[in-house]
């Protein structure tokens, strides 16, 4: 049985071969050829959309589909050919680096661990039930599921009092938008923080919180703390 999933389609007619799309794909699955913009292969594109604002004749959509079968060898060799340092890079995000810990501050020997910060169960975006009694009046944490590994304070800085929901765009085929709306729909809440990577497939659940938020209609404050890959808040709005 076929897999289906979330693949862009670009209508030839309307595209004018401006190549914005292809700057802002992040994974190499588009190119110019002949004028147009084509996809290069099903395989490589990751269905999150970040070429779909770039185009400015609408020529871009996403639609779900069965997907061709997987080329695991085409998709080796096309991730080794981004990564050259002479070819444009694949997506920072996957990226292999070592990451450096700062120096860890003496602990005293009778110092307790900090106690967790989490107030609920499920805490998947996924899994979370929508009509969720601990969803009403609450202070939404949305976050990326690498967060907490980079941020060590994670859970005293950003979990305190707040209902916390991770996922991660990239590995997750659910719609984000979709079930962040009906939340909102659902409960009354009280603000959301967004805590993302700086790697730019985070930007889907960015999008997702923005979709949310207009697609329900409620006047939800919010904020955007984007961390990088060695833990340090880059920025904060």
């Given at each position: 049985?076929k897999m289906k999933r979330k693949i862009i389609t670009i209508d030839e007619e309307k595209c004018n071969g401006?190549?914005?799309?292809?700057?802002?794909?992040?994974?190499?699955?588009?190119?110019?050829?002949?004028?147009?913009?084509?996809?290069?292969?099903?395989?490589?594109?990751?269905?999150?959309?970040?070429?779909?604002?770039?185009?400015?004749?609408?020529?871009?959509?996403?639609?779900?589909?069965?997907?061709?079968?997987?080329?695991?060898?085409?998709?080796?060799?096309?991730?080794?050919?981004?990564?050259?340092?002479?070819?444009?890079?694949?997506?920072?995000?996957?990226?292999?680096?070592?990451?450096?810990?700062?120096?860890?501050?003496?602990?005293?020997?009778?110092?307790?661990?900090?106690?967790?910060?989490?107030?609920?169960?499920?805490?998947?975006?996924?899994?979370?039930?929508?009509?969720?009694?601990y969803l009403d009046n609450a202070h939404l944490l949305i976050a990326a599921d690498c967060a907490a590994y980079?941020?060590?304070?994670?859970?005293?800085?950003?979990?305190?009092?707040?209902?916390?929901?991770?996922?991660?765009?990239?590995?997750?085929?659910?719609?984000?938008?979709e079930k962040l709306t009906e939340i909102l729909q659902l409960h009354p809440i009280r603000s959301i923080t967004?805590?993302?990577?700086?790697?730019?497939?985070?930007?889907?659940?960015?999008?997702?919180?923005?979709?949310?938020?207009?697609?329900?209609?409620?006047?939800?404050?919010?904020?955007?703390?984007?961390?990088?890959?060695?833990?340090?808040?880059?920025?904060?709005?």
């Open positions: 049985m401006c190549g914005l799309c292809v700057d802002a794909c992040h994974e190499g699955a588009l190119e110019i050829i002949d004028g147009k913009a084509r996809l290069v292969s099903e395989s490589y594109c990751d269905g999150l959309g970040d070429c779909l604002p770039e185009c400015p004749t609408g020529a871009i959509t996403i639609e779900e589909r069965e997907a061709l079968p997987f080329d695991e060898t085409a998709v080796k060799e096309r991730m080794a050919a981004l990564t050259k340092k002479d070819l444009p890079c694949g997506c920072p995000g996957t990226q292999a680096r070592m990451v450096k810990p700062k120096a860890e501050p003496a602990v005293a020997p009778t110092q307790t661990a900090s106690p967790s910060q989490l107030r609920q169960w499920p805490c998947q975006l996924r899994l979370v039930p929508s009509n969720a009694p980079a941020y060590g304070d994670f859970h005293n800085r950003f979990m305190r009092n707040k209902i916390t929901l991770i996922g991660c765009p990239k590995l997750d085929p659910a719609d984000y938008a967004l805590v993302r990577m700086e790697v730019p497939c985070c930007g889907g659940l960015e999008h997702a919180v923005k979709e949310a938020i207009t697609r329900s209609g409620q006047l939800v404050p919010w904020r955007v703390i984007t961390l990088s890959t060695e833990g340090e808040i880059l920025d904060e709005w």
